[in-house]
């Protein structure tokens, strides 16, 4: 999500502020991942840009946020740490074949690994147990057709601290604002994804717990910042494709929440990487022309570049 040390630095500090204990989990994580990375000998480039270490902090944050065991429950050190060293087995085994059409491994291992955790552990395990999940599509008693403009715009901020699991509106701020250090683009469609996202889950009227508490809007933030900026250049059109892959991750994690929720496993952000990689694996011209080839510095925050720049720029990487 962000490439500057600094904007790294603060998301720790807004992880620790929220929770000391999850700041923790991810900080282990995050170490145990990196570590395994030089120990099988990783690219170094990929290893100081933090492309292992993110995935194994992601899966140490959510299996932490996943426990029913409360804070400070330090049996949970162990599933963090090897949890985090196995995202990069599977970071290193997914690179080799999704090299072949050019697609970035992301966030794949963190949503791999989380499944099968969860998926062994369930509800009722005596060493590590987890909170039950729900379909977001269910009505709570609580639930009313009023709504509380208030928080509504607290959860489109919440969107994007969600992304790190942080559900503290100061926390959610920090994190907003190590993106825009890294990029204001980003930081730009990183609110109006997770906008889109809260205007998703309104239109089939998810639990309004869901709304205001980022959990609606953090895929459709994902989407959008991958697609307006990230992994393509920016234009008028990509613009416009962010918005799409916003609404597209946000429905796909409202159906995915349903479905899982039914076997108590979480659709965490399976949505927005599954619909990125397929806005990737787009032929028509409209949006492929756009695409920042993987392994080619993308600069959120660059001038525009029109369609002939950029399909210049990948032939010529292509060709290294």
């Known amino acids: 999500m962000v490439n500057n040390p600094l904007s790294g630095a603060l998301i720790l500090t807004a992880l620790s502020i929220a929770s000391p204990w999850q700041a923790l989990l991810g900080s282990l994580g995050l170490i145990s991942s990196t570590v395994m990375a030089i120990l099988i000998g990783e690219e170094r480039v990929e290893v100081s840009k933090g492309e292992h270490g993110y995935n194994g902090m992601l899966v140490a944050l959510l299996i932490g946020v996943s426990s029913n065991a409360g804070d400070w429950y330090w049996w949970l050190l162990l599933p963090a740490c090897l949890a985090g060293a196995i995202t990069t087995f599977v970071h290193s085994g997914l690179a080799a074949v999704f090299d072949r059409w050019d697609l970035p491994v992301s966030v794949f291992p963190f949503n791999t690994v989380l499944l099968l955790y969860l998926a062994c552990t369930g509800i009722e395990n005596p060493y590590y147990p987890n909170h039950p999940t729900l379909p977001q599509g269910t009505t709570l008693s609580i639930n009313s057709t009023h709504l509380n403009i208030t928080q509504l715009t607290q959860g489109t901020v919440l969107g994007v601290g969600q992304i790190y699991a942080c559900d503290a509106l100061g926390s959610s701020l920090i994190i907003l604002a190590a993106v825009l250090l890294y990029s204001p ?11 889109f996202g809260v205007l998703a889950g309104l239109s089939v009227a998810v639990q309004q717990d869901v709304l205001y508490k980022g959990l609606a809007g953090f895929n459709g933030a994902l989407g959008c910042m991958a697609v307006g900026g990230r992994l393509f250049t920016l234009s008028w059109r990509t613009h416009v494709f962010s918005i799409i892959c916003a609404f597209l991750s946000s429905y796909a994690h409202i159906a ?11 659709a965490s952000s399976w949505a927005s990487t599954l619909t ?7 032929s028509g011209r409209s949006l492929s022309t756009y695409r920042i080839t993987i392994g080619r510095d993308s600069s959120p925050g660059s001038p525009l570049h029109t369609p002939s720049q950029c399909a210049e720029a990948n032939t010529d990487t292509s060709s290294v």
Not at 185 to 195: E, P
Not at 256 to 266: D, H, K, Q, T
Not at 276 to 282: E, P, T, W
């Open 185 to 195: 683009v980003q930081a730009f469609h990183a609110l109006l994804g997770s906008s």
């Open 256 to 266: 995915l929440s349903n479905v899982l929720a039914n076997v108590g496993l979480p």
């Open 276 to 282: 990125i990689s397929l806005m990737l694996l787009v």
